[in-house]
């Protein structure tokens, strides 16, 4: 015979589904081996007082008689609240809630329970005079190892409990702490149960195995629940459910227009707002002045003694008015007063009156049933004859059978009498009654569905007093309510008790890094749901868990040795249940693909495995993944990586001391590939990846060494990285990655990882050592068989040699390096030397056809998708935009890059750097302060190479601003590793900008000296050819004009590059100033002033105009010079350029500044 798993059912042998439920049979039984599970239960310790004392001085006998009494007690009140016994030890006695099934109030089972010992005590001490039994009770609530199924049997059998974990050990702590015939209770069990039982705060004390306090509360007693008051009083907006509450209130005047039954169904899972829209609803109702209708109300409760009709009777007591604490004689008078009041003959009231006292408590006797629920009916089509009737029925999906059939009669047998019958159920009902409401005309469905996610938003909004959370708080905590709003409740609820969210005026700030729980009511809501499946159903659930959110049929067949069909099967059953939901489409060709109804349903599926078993299940999702895709494994490497790292974790965690190597392996290979694919997509995602692969690479090994050199390229500003890198970090670990090459004598991989070393070295500043790294790479590789790491090699000197302007020894390089990564294919590599020969055509050659090279080697590193070379890409073509075509255009092209490498998760301080030298030029000196000061800020290493870009531009505005002093300390503390970077494009500007600060220091002698070592540092013409104007300025003012010449003239004296004769042309202007020239020196300003002017260089042409200015002025043509001195004045007052702007006034003659305008051009 085969069982079925899903109903117990005994089956032939060749029986393919069961012929009791029809469930799959066969491989379907290996879904519902399950031995332990993780719950959150919650545990009841209770000891007697003084019981060793006692029995010391007891006999033997009436121990055991005291015992069996104490204990018979106190197992029918653990019982009662469908507790498990756990243990019985001497006197103490161990109870769990929970387990082996879940109620979403298990902690107030617990705490009533404890509540009803301490009465039951009290009442076996009033039976048995001089027993005089005292207690103390602990309550804790908390995550446990759980035996089910023959494992819990087994347990018990040797004498073991069936729940392990610390929740158990704190619980036996609480009991000893506890006063003398008290119960105290843990926070999560507060938490949990603060609604309905009534605390006291007690000190938070410290116990045994604990490193901090541990806060405690004492019970005093158990709050009414289930009384028969609904009105209520709602706090937050009716949300999302106008629909339906229109639909119940035409029902409604339907029931009146046609003097009929209907019965309405409103279902939907714990949370979604069943309750709160039938408050909507009898509010309504009571707010239209033209309905009188009678509203009674009763909830079908989920145990106890006596509740199968509980609901009804609360209507009954409801209507005739008895209260709790009414005697039986008082509930008897007003019953009858009641039955009279509709019932007008006295025989037929009587008959009623008599059946219905068994509801209000009154009578026990024994009656037909059929005879009751007659009579029960005549009573209630008694009221609606005198006023509609509305009845509801909360949680009808806990009611006996008993109450069922009573509905059904109610809904076949009442006519001619408005009677609207409301009940509201989980989808479960369906389960536990199949045929309700089927096959009736006059019943309607309302089945309700989760919020959208902007009313959810309104709802939290409101529950947080109109005050707005942060945006990723916001979008998280939409995601975990996930439309349902007692989620949304609890959520927000939780985060304020706990101190999580911190109000900030109008809004709410949480720490980055906080984590948001999961609130205890919710865990224990759909915990007890998920116990209410089959073994077959709880496997099924368990293994999707673990796939994720979206799992597919076949994954989950195959995790779990079935069909496919059987997997099917079981999801269209979970689907009734409303915990999962197929899609329309499904992302698998071939494959049903599912959601959970909820994330938070997965999210408890998932904690309830328990380690090693979840570890397994992650490598068969894992190895199902890898079939599936085939080929396309990277595609999925991400997923593959998360899975294998979760079986390793696991698997290691759980200390079962198997061999991990191999899970470690093919975790570790998953990381790899998905690193390597995130690279061109987000380079924090592929760091963050690599380093989770470098933590599982042995030492020493091949596989370690190319993870560092990743995890650099991933993570390092220099190379286009994220910045995760410190670069002293970056240093560390190509250093660290060469020697595991060389000792594996690994040429081509000590040949990069020195390659890259020797990058950071020159960047930060130490050129000798990145020479000579770079000097021994190449000599490596060389010697070896020709790949993409001698093209990076040469690629890289190239780079060097244009940097420093030494463009005849680069072009050479840069062509190698082209030709052999075009062999290789290693467009990365191409895209990154194509822009040295480009450089060199347009600065050696003047060969405007430099830019579109460029362009061509922007759009190779797009296409490639590395963010180093695309970085480089973008920095290089808008430098030389901004020189050719001006600072607006070369600003937008950083612009667009900086955006695009943020996007991709790159680092974009380069650029940011980079681009202040445009914005200094277009006089918009307010942001150059604001990027230098975060790119220095973000060079936390330096000063390096990027402060070094910023730094000498912050000094000219400050100096132009009036700020020199500031401006001259900053490069004088600056100067000195300038000097030691030995980079010209550095030191050779802070020279620059130290001579500006001199000038307006009015210390000549300074101005001389450091311009002085700018003509003579060697450096090329081309890198000091954007030094001349300013340099042949401050040189010129502070009276040294055979040093500008020598500066100038020391230029190439016919240059073919564009920007080089602008330069050269406001530089002899000066010149010939200086030297009585103003007619030759006035020609060669409007000369500079016309290509700086059509390019919008806003303060060169500035100065140009002010130049051309002084001449036509000192050649008697003050009237032309008017208005360029008013255009020059209000530009420089609208950049706040004090030391420029007393000049102007100077030679204007008004000795005040000019009112301030937009801006300065053509």
């Known amino acids: 015979m085969v069982t079925c798993p899903n109903c117990g059912a005994e089956n032939p042998e060749r029986a393919r589904f069961c012929l009791n439920c029809a469930s799959p049979l066969g491989t379907a039984s290996a879904l519902a081996t399950r031995l332990e599970e993780r719950k959150t239960v919650t545990v009841l310790f209770c000891d007697l007082v003084g019981f060793t004392t006692r029995a010391e001085r007891s006999d033997p006998e009436d121990v055991r008689e005291l015992l069996d009494a104490y204990h018979a007690t106190l197992r029918r009140e653990i019982e009662r609240f469908d507790g498990t016994i756990e243990k019985f030890i001497g006197d103490a006695v161990v109870a769990v809630f929970g387990a082996p099934a879940a109620h979403e109030d298990d902690a107030e089972r617990g705490v009533r329970t404890a509540l009803r010992i301490l009465d039951a005590v009290a009442e076996l001490n009033e039976t048995r005079p001089g027993l005089d039994l005292a207690v103390r009770i602990g309550v804790n609530t908390g995550e446990a190892l759980v035996a089910i199924g023959g494992a819990a049997g087994d347990r018990a059998a040797q004498g073991q409990g069936i729940a392990t974990g610390d929740v158990v050990n704190t619980a036996s702590r609480l009991q000893t702490i506890a006063p003398e015939g008290s119960v105290v209770v843990g926070e999560a069990t507060f938490r949990g149960t603060r609604n309905v039982i009534e605390y006291r705060d007690l000190e938070p004390v410290a116990l045994k195995g604990k490193s901090e306090p541990v806060a405690i509360w004492q019970a005093l007693t158990a709050r009414s629940r289930y009384g028969v008051d609904v009105d209520q009083r709602a706090s937050t907006p009716f949300l999302g459910r106008a629909h339906e509450l229109a639909l119940l209130r035409e029902t409604y005047r339907r029931t009146v227009d046609e003097s009929s039954l209907q019965l309405v169904t409103v279902t939907g899972e714990p949370g979604v707002g069943k309750s709160r829209l039938l408050w909507e609803f009898k509010t309504a109702l009571d707010d239209d002045p033209d309905v009188l209708a009678f509203w009674r109300q009763g909830r079908c409760l989920p145990y106890g003694e006596g509740i199968t009709f509980w609901a009804l009777g609360e209507m009954v007591k409801s209507h005739a008015g008895i209260l709790e604490s009414d005697g039986p004689a008082d509930a008897d008078a007003k019953l009858a007063i009641s039955v009279a009041a509709v019932i007008e003959d006295p025989r037929q009231a009587e008959w009623v009156k008599s059946r219905l006292s068994a509801l209000v408590g009154v009578a026990t006797a024994q009656v037909d049933r059929a005879e009751s629920f007659a009579a029960w009916r005549a009573f209630l089509e008694a009221i609606a004859a005198h006023r509609p009737l509305v009845l509801v029925f909360e949680d009808i999906h806990w009611a006996d059978d008993a109450l069922v059939q009573f509905v059904n009669d109610l809904t076949d047998w009442s006519t001619d009498v408005p009677i609207l019958v409301v009940c509201t159920a989980r989808p479960e009902l369906y389960e536990r009654h199949p045929g309700w409401a089927g096959g009736k005309r006059n019943t309607t469905t309302l089945a309700l569905s989760r919020l959208s996610d902007e009313d959810t938003g309104r709802l939290v909004f409101a529950l947080l007093a109109q005050v707005a959370l942060p945006a990723e708080v916001h979008v998280a905590l939409l995601d975990r309510a996930g439309g349902n709003p007692l989620f949304a409740q609890e959520y927000v609820r939780m985060l304020l008790d706990r101190g999580i969210l911190q109000r900030r005026g109008r809004s709410f700030s949480m720490a980055s890094d906080a984590d948001i729980p999961l609130p205890e009511t919710i865990q224990a809501a759909i915990a007890a749901r998920l116990d209410t499946l089959t073994p077959t159903g709880k496997s099924l659930i368990h293994d999707a868990a673990v796939i994720g959110k979206v799992f597919w049929s076949g994954a989950v067949a195959s995790m779990g040795g079935i069909d496919d069909g059987v997997a099917n099967f079981g999801f269209h059953e979970l689907a009734r249940k409303e915990l999962v939901r197929r899609s329309r489409m499904s992302t698998v060709d071939g494959q049903v ?107 020493g090994t091949q596989e370690r060494g190319r993870l560092l050199v990743q995890l650099v390229l991933s993570g390092g500003v220099s190379f286009g990285g994220a910045g995760q890198v410190e670069p002293r970090d970056v240093e560390r670990l190509l250093t660290e990655a060469a020697e595991v090459f060389r000792s594996l004598g690994d040429q081509l991989g000590l040949g990069e990882a020195l390659t890259l070393l020797s990058r950071q070295l020159w960047l930060r500043g130490t050129p000798e050592a990145g020479n000579e790294r770079l000097t021994e790479a190449i000599a490596i590789l060389e010697a070896a068989p020709a790949g993409r790491e001698l093209a990076q090699a040469y690629s890289e000197l190239a780079g060097r040699h244009m940097l420093a302007s030494r463009f005849v020894e680069s072009r050479p390089l840069a062509e190698k390096a082209i030709a052999l990564a075009q062999s290789l294919g290693a467009d990365d590599i191409q895209a990154r030397a194509l822009q040295f020969t480009a450089t060199a055509k347009l600065v050696l050659d003047g060969d405007m056809s430099g830019m579109a090279d460029y362009r061509t080697a922007l759009a190779m590193a797009l296409e490639n998708g590395r963010l180093g070379t695309i970085d480089a890409g973008y920095d290089n073509l808008a430098d030389f935009t901004h020189d050719l075509e001006g600072p607006e255009q070369g600003l937008a092209i950083y612009r667009e890059g900086i955006e695009l490498v943020r996007g991709r998760g790159g680092s974009v301080l380069w650029m940011t750097a980079e681009s202040t030298w445009p914005l200094f030029n277009l006089g918009r000196w307010d942001e150059v302060i604001r990027l230098a ?74 101005v001389v000296r450091l311009m002085d070592e700018v003509v003579t540092s060697g450096s090329a013409w081309d890198v000091r050819y954007w030094s001349i104007p300013e340099g042949a300025r401050v040189l010129v003012k502070a009276g040294d004009v055979d040093l500008a010449e020598r500066l100038v003239e020391g230029t190439n004296p016919d240059p073919a590059y564009p920007g080089v004769k602008a330069a050269v042309a406001f530089g002899r202007a000066a010149i010939a100033e200086a030297r009585g020239r103003p007619d030759e020196a006035l020609a060669l300003y409007r000369q500079a002033s016309e290509w700086y002017s059509a390019r919008g260089s806003l303060l060169i042409d500035s100065q140009a105009v002010l130049g051309a200015a002084r001449c036509e002025i000192a050649l008697g043509l003050a009237k032309d010079a008017g208005p360029q001195l008013k255009r020059v004045g209000d530009f420089y007052t609208g950049l706040g350029a004090t030391a420029l702007q007393a000049e102007v006034d100077e030679l204007s003659g008004l000795g005040m500044p000019h009112r301030a305008r937009a801006g300065f051009g053509h």
């Open 933 to 1006: 000061d975060e790119v220095i800020e973000a060079d936390r290493d330096g000063p390096t190479q990027l402060t070094g870009l910023v730094l000498p531009e912050k000094a000219r505005v400050l100096a132009y601003r009036g700020r020199a002093a500031e401006a001259h300390a900053l490069i004088s503390d600056f100067l000195p590793r300038a000097r030691e970077m030995r980079d010209p494009q550095v030191f050779v500007k802070a020279l620059v900008a130290g001579a500006a600060a001199s000038l307006e220091l009015d210390d000549p002698a300074g």
């Open 593 to 699: 693909e599912y959601a959970f109804w909820h994330a938070l349903i997965r999210d408890v599926a998932y904690g309830q495995i328990p380690r090693a078993a979840r570890a397994r299940k992650h490598e068969l999702a894992a190895d199902w993944i890898k079939a599936v895709a085939g080929e396309r494994v990277g595609d999925v490497s991400e997923l593959l990586a998360y899975h294998y790292e979760q079986a390793l974790a696991l698997s290691t965690a759980s200390g079962h001391g198997i061999d991990l190597s191999a899970l470690q392996a093919q975790a570790l290979e998953a990381l790899k590939l998905a690193g390597d694919r995130a690279m061109s997509l987000d380079t924090r995602k592929a760091f963050a990846l690599y380093r989770r692969a470098l933590e599982l690479a042995p030492h």
